[in-house]
């Protein structure tokens, strides 16, 4: 019984195992991209869209063959009915059968259906680029989110430097005390000092666990509670030659996929006009088939279904012509409406082209501040980790009170994190600048 099982349970095992060695233990900037472009759920309902897209221009390209249709027919009807052998009319059942087999296909139709064709494909590849542009807007926001974390990590690890450094003068100010060179005060101070310390420790752990819960949350997890990611190795900053927003603009115009997708909105509708245009002429359809019935009533003694079958059958071919005439000016207003859309697309695709080069605009003028305010923070640290440092020496000897002190290492503190914070904008903003040169999303 313990080994039946144990074979029944190890299939559960196997997917258990398979499951949790998808996920990695730590995750890269690129393992949360892949993963939340495969898993998140607009994201799969756009992609629904764009296959819903796809068909409906693959089937357009399927109304140019001819259609072919059959049908089968059966009567049974009770009455009176004229007898062919004794010519009386008598009441019987008549069976009536019919078969036909026909087959249609539009020769011309003022190029309308050629140019339905290159609408519905403009707006699947319209498609196309709108679920690229939103990969790409969700990219952007991983990578934000990141980031975050990145930062809430590196101001851990500074708050518990300090709390370190802050229980290691605890130890200090205790044998100073006890040696009679300060007073006990300043040991009550310092203790408090330290308090302080410790419990900026668990603010700063508490804010890298919601931005750890945020990463999660947005890639969709199932389980956050070992979420953690992998810390790159980023390398000095230094102000890169920034391309000016107008030169930008004009890599980014050709590359961006929603600047893509309204142009293709706008090719869409341009077909659509000339499809519109081509129900104003006349069209011609072509139309074959081949019909046949059978009809066999009660009083008939002998009766030969395949003679009957043969003899009734007939074929047909021929051409329909229909001429547009008169039909409340639909076509016409048809054509109306589709030049007001065709107008709208230009003006979306300009509107699209408008908000390109002010995000541009802002993300280049973005860049030149967070390198400006890093730069000020660097020096800021430099400063106050000096003055910490001169503080430390002076209140080793009792020069400075335990609350100087405590405001030394404040200020410390938070020009390190002026510092980190302003640190991982400026990295945000550079990768954003990138991002519209092509560049792919990386911390590498």
Known sequence: MRNIAAILMLPMLLAFTEAHAQQ?????LKDCIEYAKDNNLSIKQQSLNTEYQQNVYEQKKLDRIPSVNGSVGYQLSFGRVLDDTSFEITDQTTQFGRFSLGASVPLFQGFSLHNQINRDKANWQASRK?????????????TSLYLQVLFDKELLQVAE???????????NTKKLVDAGRVAEGNLLEIKSQAAREALTVTQMANNLTMSLLNLAQALDLEETGNFDVVIPEIPELQQNTLTPPSDLFVQAVDLMPEIEASEFNLESERYALKAAQG??????????GWNTSVTKKESTVEFDFGKHFNDNATQYVGLTLRIPVFNGLAARNNVKNTQLSIRSAQ???????????????????DAQAAYLKYNSAQT????????????????????VSPVDYSVARTDYLKAQSDFLQSKYEYVLRTKVLDFYTGAPLSLD
């Open 24 to 28: 990695p233990e730590k995750w890269s």
């Open 130 to 142: 709108e679920l690229e542009a939103a990969k790409n807007d969700l990219a952007l926001n991983i």
């Open 161 to 171: 430097e300090q709390y370190k450094v802050a229980k290691e003068q605890v130890e």
């Open 279 to 288: 129900q104003l002429y006349p069209s011609i359809n072509m139309d074959a």
């Open 347 to 365: 003006h979306d695709l300009e509107k699209e082209k408008q908000t390109l080069r002010k995000e541009i605009q802002q993300a280049y003028a």
């Open 380 to 399: 800021a640290v430099d400063s106050y980790e000096e003055s910490l440092r001169y503080t430390e020496k002076k209140y080793a000897v009792g020069l």
